[in-house]
């Protein structure tokens, strides 16, 4: 039964977004016996709404509330008004997400010893490494039911994946396999197994695919300790004359105001919104925003570095026929500085349906070429690079200072130039994308530059020392001790890999330690 | 805005298959319909002059140009730009501007318009002049998506689409590649 929490209600932990950070957070301390209330700017959208179909289930899914860009990243160009790509609904992106799962590699924890100083870049080793992060892998990937791990078989090998391993295998690489993937390959704890429908980013319509949408968030109500708030955005956090944060004030369905009291709030809306409200939340006590007496706060701003290559063949492929993501080549994630570039990049699947891949295969493309491609569709197999990138302090989201929202709050500006070590991996992977593609006899090769950011990381990082960070090893500010971070922005940097496996363990770390401070009587 | 030829209303999503189209353009009691009498297919577009239509129809097939497509579907991508014009007076002043430019600049003869110049090199060297301008941005912002997102385009393209309803790919060909 979902519980039903008072407004004035003091002894909740309020938490701000039910995504891959939130409902993970939701239900393991619902689990533990916490109170807590989810306060969801989206919907409630049930399975059942779900339909194979691109175009409505972009409409239905992705946060589409004004932001602006600005930064030489392409993406201010190829998509000024929807420069990131997240959703908002009840299960935040974790309802698109393609569910490659993987585990951060040890040097990525420590980049700033490994890679060196670096240029223009913020590097900052995490204050946690892969020893202490590994048992809580091992209970994301046990919960998410990460195929490859616990005994849990991988799942099959799809024509787009035989394409890649064919073409990885003639480059001379031996890292390439199906992804370990938060996708049951048997049924696993109450969920069906996946049936290679394809559209796995237009949501799940067997439940295969985790999701904190019907994974966590009902299982955290069915303790009677979690209520959750869906089309309620929180707009400001406040605090009292000690610095403890004290309610959080949002915007209800019908646009009304209100304010629900709090022990402790966790922000989880992704590392757009995350650091835009505690920038929103800005006071006498804290004057450039909650939190923010370090100055890190929206800074750092990561999106790892893509680019996505297509190539066309002389025989079908059908690129859209099974689970979306569920081949890599890992061969290029590795620490090597003679390839020119610090940290290491991924080959993913990336297939996409007609209407998907004509509004993106060139942007703003037109004419006879494009369209000998888009002729050749079912022919055609793509790989995603996706690679660490570098933190940079002039990377950042800021508020705008005129445009607002409908509830009158500033709307994110994200900033990002694109750092040389970016631009040198995103080159590499083009060039090995399309040697794969080309050993194995494509036709014809497109790089597609990157897309609105799918990964957002960094805005509110983690550190050892208050000075350098947001938040500590435990995603707990350092300036105000009952506020916690508790998605993508606490990263310091963003690894080679897709970050929400890492998300899920930082969290369930984290409602451990705001379990044993709480039982402390610290907050 | 679709209906028959004779009387009758046509489905919004019914009609035509293959084949190549003979799309005319016609002015009936003043509203122009672009219709494909042998499919009994027709899209009302009150707020374009024939002209106007037949020039949008052949600009979207310049920028997207598939032999395999029949104008009908060209037609229904425009539709939605045309129910956007019929709304906005701004869209529709932009529309009618950029349509007079595209004539100019693909030497369209004196009467005639830049759907009547066969030249595909001339029509393409007029669209180069004005790309990256707001009547360009605006016609393939509104069409690209409506072209390519046609249930009836994609077994075209060999994209079969849905499949939870079919039990998805597992049985259906999602390893079925034997070429390499
Ligand atoms: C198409 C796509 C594919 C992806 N594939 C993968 C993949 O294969 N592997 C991988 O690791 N990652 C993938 N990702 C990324 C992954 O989805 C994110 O890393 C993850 O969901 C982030 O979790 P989060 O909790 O930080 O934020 P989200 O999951 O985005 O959740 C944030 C929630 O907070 C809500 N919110 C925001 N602001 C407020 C506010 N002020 N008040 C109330 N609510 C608010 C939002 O509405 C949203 O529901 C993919 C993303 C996309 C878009
Ligand atoms: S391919 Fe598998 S995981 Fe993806 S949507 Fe279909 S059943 Fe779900």
Known sequence: ?523 | MKRTLESGQVTRRGFLVGGAATIVTVAVSGVTLLADPARNWAVELPSFTPDQARVLLQFVRDLFPHARLVETFYAEAIAPLHDEAAKDPATRELLASGIAQLNTLAHAPAGKSYADVTDEKARVAAIRQIEGGAFFAKVYGATLTPLYNQRKVWPLFGYEGPSSALGGYLHRGFNDLDWL
Not at chain 1, 9 to 17: H, K, N, Q, R, T
Not at chain 1, 173 to 186: E, G, R
Not at chain 1, 458 to 485: C, I, W, Y
Request: charged fraction near 20%; include cysteine; hydrophobic fraction near 35%.
């Open chain 1, 1 to 523: 039964m979902p519980a039903k929490f008072d407004h004035n209600d003091s002894s909740v932990v309020v938490i701000i977004g039910s995504g891959a950070g939130g409902g993970t957070l939701a239900h393991e301390l619902a689990r533990k016996g916490i109170s807590v209330v989810v306060l969801e700017a989206g919907k409630r959208v049930e399975m059942t709404e779900f339909q194979n179909d691109e175009v409505a289930m972009f409409a239905l899914f992705t946060w589409q509330d004004p932001r602006t860009a600005t930064g030489s990243w392409s993406v201010a160009k190829t998509s000024p008004d929807l420069p990131v790509w997240t959703c908002k609904l009840v299960g935040g992106t974790t309802v698109h997400w393609g569910a490659c799962a993987l585990r951060f590699q040890d040097h990525e924890f420590k980049p700033r010893t490994r890679y060196g100083a670096i240029a223009g870049a913020n590097l900052m080793d995490w204050p946690v490494d892969l020893k202490e992060m590994e048992p809580y892998y091992d209970r994301a990937e046990d919960m998410m039911g990460v195929t490859g791990t616990h005994g849990i078989p991988p799942l099959p090998v799809s024509n787009h994946g035989k394409v890649l391993f064919a073409g990885a295998k003639k480059l001379g690489y031996t890292k390439y396999q199906v992804t370990n993937m938060a996708i049951n390959s048997l049924p696993r704890d109450g969920r069906a197994s996946c049936q290679q429908t394809g559209f796995c980013v237009q949501g799940c319509t067997f439940g295969a695919k985790w999701s904190t949408l019907y994974v966590d968030i009902p299982r955290a109500e069915a303790t009677g300790k979690a209520e959750i708030r869906p089309e309620c955005q929180a707009l400001r956090i406040e605090h009292d004359a000690s610095g403890k944060v004290t309610a959080v004030v949002y915007a209800d369905r019908t646009g009304a105001l209100q304010r629900q009291k709090a022990r402790i709030v966790a922000v989880a809306g992704n590392a757009i919104e995350s650091p835009r409200l505690l920038l929103n939340s800005s006071s006498s006590l804290f004057p450039h925003g909650l939190a923010n007496s370090s100055g890190q706060v929206g800074r750092n701003y990561m999106r790892h570095t893509t680019g996505a290559v297509f190539a066309v063949f002389e025989k079908p492929v059908h690129m859209y026929r099974g689970t979306a993501q569920s081949g890599i080549v890992m061969d290029e994630a590795r620490l090597d500085t003679r390839r020119g570039f610090v940290g290491g990049y991924q080959m993913e699947l990336l297939p996409q349906g007609l209407p998907s891949f004509a509004q993106t295969i060139i942007p703003g493309g037109w004419g006879r070429d494009r369209a000998w491609i888009l002729d050749h569709y079912a022919n055609a197999a793509g790989l995603w690079v996706i690679g660490e990138d570098m933190p940079r302090e002039t990377n950042r989201i800021t508020l705008h200072p005129e445009k607002k929202d409908r509830f009158g709050m500033p709307i994110p500006n994200i900033h990002s130039d694109d750092h040389p070590n970016d631009v040198a991996m995103r080159n590499h992977g083009y060039q090995q994308g399309e040697s794969l593609y080309k050993s194995i006899g494509a036709l014809k090769t497109v790089r597609v530059s990157p897309y609105p950011s799918t990964h957002n990381m960094g805005t509110n990082r983690m550190s050892e020392k208050p000075r350098d960070g947001v938040v500590n090893q435990f995603g707990q500010a350092h300036d105000v001790k009952n506020l916690f971070v508790s998605d993508g922005s606490q990263f310091p940097s963003s690894g080679g890999e897709n970050p929400t496996l890492t998300i899920v363990a930082l969290t369930l770390r984290q409602a451990e330690y705001i379990a044993d401070q709480m039982a402390r009587g610290e907050i």
